[in-house]
């Protein structure tokens, strides 16, 4: 997260700071919200949320830990269900007031100081490296408990790693699926077909969130797949990195036509936990795709490089390696935080007559941005053929 960004609803500048005075601050999307009431915060400047803290419903719910309750419309009936499906937080991280008007203090012992979402009925069919990253990165993170995870995966590889953490563990897909409320579907593409075909009809009381990160499925595709167990199912489709393993992934996500706009709040809290989230329209999946889903292998390859090239002029190896990542980490906190454009910070390093523009003469000379620019793109291109072939 930048340090500085600009609120959606004034043109003053949000200050990183500020949340550290008020607790209750913080910055979604593209507007100001204070976590206790869940109000949007107009005028940017210390008076007013001085005011706001001082306000009669930000007082009455400071005291108290929330529920937020996610109401949807199940198929094509009028008839209003409240979810068991809970967001709840700390007094310190968010407080909002249930859907009677009264405030409801919740507490997760296991876990305190955390946003925790519960009920912690989270499955996972598929436990290659992207399901781990996410999975390990919301029990790191204490978002999810994971006694109440249960994964499956064919054999027992991957998931004797993740019992070492708690996590239940199945080679029955149908069992994640009867058990869980968020289901998150992470095989290999050429494997889901046959992986929905061999899933059981649900229940109608059983109507779970399908989190897809399945490369090249679209929304529609994916609905038109899972209509076989249950009437308009609800899908969300993910496209994460693996980076968020450690905090800093990139996740992006579309709601499917069947999926209530609540779960927008419901990725928010889980994805922005891992780092960086955003909803954007399906059309720019596949973009996303080829820059951030595939881009930490280009990174990977050029940290590699530059490594290699410190050897080359006398530096030792591992010296060399971490050089070379934390330039890397500290460029690009450089770009997040001071809003400046990349070109603009290139030429601040750029002495006239220095060594970096000799040495960025050398990268033009070799095609360093047409490379880059190429590998989104295979990348992106990759993605939509994927999509065709079901």
């Known amino acids: 997260m930048g340090k500085w960004k600009t609120c959606y609803n004034e043109s003053r500048k949000y200050k990183k700071e500020w949340e550290e005075q008020f607790k209750w601050l913080t910055f979604r999307g593209d507007k100001c919200y204070c976590k206790v009431c869940n109000a949007t915060i107009k005028t940017m400047k210390t008076s007013n949320l001085d005011l706001h803290e001082k306000t009669a419903k930000h007082m009455k719910n400071s005291d108290t830990k929330p529920i937020l309750k996610i109401q949807s419309n199940l198929g094509k009936s009028n008839k209003s269900k409240t979810e068991e499906f809970e967001i709840k937080y700390t007094v310190s991280e968010a407080n909002v ?7 409801t203090s919740t507490t997760n012992p296991a876990v305190p100081g955390k946003e925790v979402l519960n009920p912690a009925n989270i499955g ?11 999975l390990n990165a919301f029990i790191r993170k204490g978002l999810i408990d994971p006694s109440h995870v249960m994964a499956s995966a064919p054999s027992d590889r991957n998931l004797t790693k993740l019992r070492s953490l708690g996590v239940k563990t199945t080679h029955d897909n149908n069992e994640v699926v009867k058990h869980s409320d968020v289901i998150f579907l992470c095989v290999k593409p050429h494997h889901l077909t046959d992986m929905i075909g061999d899933l059981n009809a649900l229940e109608r009381s059983h109507n779970p969130l399908f989190v897809s990160i399945i490369t090249g ?14 009437d308009y199912p609800r899908v969300i489709r993910l496209m994460p ?11 992006v996500y579309t709601l ?8 927008n709040e419901v990725m928010n809290s889980m994805l922005s936990s891992i780092g ?14 080829g820059l951030a889903g595939s881009g930490p292998a280009y990174i990977y390859a050029a940290i590699e490089a530059l490594a290699d090239g410190g050897v080359k002029m006398g530096l030792p190896r591992q010296l060399a390696q971490t050089l070379a990542a934390q330039m890397v980490k500290g460029a690009a906190t450089m770009v997040l935080e001071s809003g400046k454009h990349p070109g603009q910070l ?10 970096t523009i000799a040495a960025m003469h050398s990268l033009e000379k070799n095609g360093l941005r047409n490379a880059l620019i190429s590998a989104v793109e ?8 994927l999509g065709t072939k079901k």
Not at 346 to 355: F, N, R
Request: hydrophobic share 35%.
């Open 97 to 103: 007031v249930s859907e009677d008007g009264t405030a």
């Open 124 to 134: 996972f069919i598929g436990c290659g490296n992207m399901a781990q990253a996410l």
């Open 217 to 230: 499925f679209d929304i529609k595709t994916l609905e038109e797949m899972l209509t076989a167990l249950i």
């Open 241 to 251: 990195n693996t980076p968020s393993m450690v905090g800093q992934g990139c996740c």
């Open 256 to 263: 499917g036509s069947h999926t209530p706009e609540a779960y």
């Open 276 to 289: 960086l989230s955003a909803e954007i329209p399906e059309y720019q999946m596949d973009a996303a795709c």
């Open 346 to 355: 290139k030429d601040e390093v750029c002495s006239p007559g220095g060594t």
């Open 378 to 385: 295979a990348s992106a291109l990759r993605s939509k053929e």
